[in-house]
């Protein structure tokens, strides 16, 4: 099993950066594909980024791509999201994910563990 604890969240102006970062325990963190979500008030989660056990492969949703930079760091358990030029829409409750096997995933029901959740609100 893989537990995992987010943080980093916060208050932002737009335009400035937030970095998140997700602990993981347990000793499957590097065999596990991450991905990070977020979710708004009666929306569904939303895939925002993911990346491949090794690191070397990253998918991005097209809302964030060239803003928001996803990496871990396997030698720490740690997952990251480096989130640039944030925007008010990017408020939301943001969540890191796991799955094992090989293949990155944009759906939420396709990983098995999930984070608590760190606020991002980001104003205008």
């Known amino acids: 099993q893989v537990q995992l604890v987010e943080s980093g969240g916060g208050l932002v102006q737009a335009g400035g950066s937030l970095k998140l970062s997700c602990a993981a325990s347990g000793r499957t963190f590097s065999s596990s594909v991450m991905g990070w979500f977020r979710r708004t008030p009666g929306a569904e989660r939303e895939f925002v980024a993911g990346?491949?056990?090794?690191?070397?492969?990253?998918y991005y949703a097209d809302s964030v791509k060239g803003r928001f930079t996803i990496s871990r760091d396997n030698a720490k358990n740690t997952a990251y999201l480096q989130m640039n030029s944030l925007k008010p829409e990017d408020t939301a409750v943001y969540y890191c994910?796991?799955?094992?096997?090989?293949?990155?995933?944009?759906?939420?029901?396709?990983?098995?563990?999930w984070g608590q959740g760190t606020q991002v609100s980001v104003s205008s």
């Open positions: 990346i491949s056990r090794s690191g070397d492969n990253t």
């Open positions: 994910a796991a799955r094992g096997g090989f293949r990155l995933a944009t759906r939420a029901y396709d990983y098995d563990y």
